[in-house]
């Protein structure tokens, strides 16, 4: 008996502490139903801020992330892609890859949602997210108590 994989972004609930993915049944080849177990998805507490693609802020080649993308710099909050703080990345002992999608929620509708993991910041920063925008975005914060939840 075959059975489909499950995707990787997994829903999540506002209505509790920690999001649950709900039991779903899914479609085998030979049209038994199969249901996934619910399983918890706990959150990491952090803050969070923004960040321009600018050498004051970054390093001296701001349009290259720490994974080696590219950024154009034309509106460059487009691309949902954020910086963590190394105590957060694996290769330092963290639970986050680069590459690895999040979900931010606790700031706002409009920055609440999901984003990329392609930059680190500098290392005496602990337990933060930076959202990467454009200066003329006008983007601008800093926020306590964000949940950032792995999606894979």
Same mark, same amino acid.
């Given at each position: 008996?075959?059975?489909?994989?499950?995707?990787? &972004?997994?829903?999540?609930?506002?209505?509790?502490? =920690?999001?649950?993915?709900? %039991?779903?049944?899914?479609?085998?080849?030979?049209?038994?139903?199969?249901?996934?177990?619910?399983?918890?998805?706990?959150?990491?507490?952090?803050?969070?801020?923004?960040?321009?693609?600018? =050498?004051?802020?970054?390093?001296?080649?701001?349009?290259?992330?720490?994974?080696?993308?590219?950024?154009?710099?034309?509106?460059?909050?487009?691309?949902?892609?954020?910086?963590?703080?190394?105590?957060?990345?694996?290769?330092?002992?963290?639970?986050?890859?680069?590459?690895?999608?999040?979900?931010?929620?606790?700031?706002?509708?409009?920055?609440?949602?999901?984003?990329?993991?392609?930059?680190?910041?500098?290392?005496? &920063?602990?337990?933060?997210?930076?959202?990467?925008?454009? %200066?003329?975005?006008? &983007?601008?914060?800093?926020?306590?108590?964000?949940?950032?939840?792995?999606?894979?």
């Amino acid at each position: 008996m075959f059975i489909f994989s499950l995707p990787k &972004i997994f829903p999540l609930s506002s209505s509790s502490k =920690e999001s649950q993915v709900n %039991s779903e049944p899914i479609e085998a080849i030979d049209s038994k139903k199969v249901t996934v177990k619910t399983m918890t998805i706990k959150p990491i507490n952090v803050s969070a801020s923004v960040y321009f693609p600018v =050498e004051e802020q970054t390093d001296d080649t701001p349009l290259i992330t720490a994974d080696g993308s590219h950024i154009k710099k034309k509106k460059p909050s487009k691309y949902r892609w954020i910086a963590v703080s190394r105590n957060l990345l694996s290769r330092w002992g963290g639970p986050i890859n680069y590459g690895d999608t999040l979900h931010v929620k606790g700031i706002s509708k409009k920055m609440d949602g999901y984003y990329i993991v392609r930059d680190t910041m500098k290392k005496q &920063i602990r337990n933060r997210i930076d959202f990467l925008v454009g %200066s003329e975005e006008n &983007i601008m914060g800093f926020w306590k108590d964000v949940k950032i939840y792995q999606m894979n």
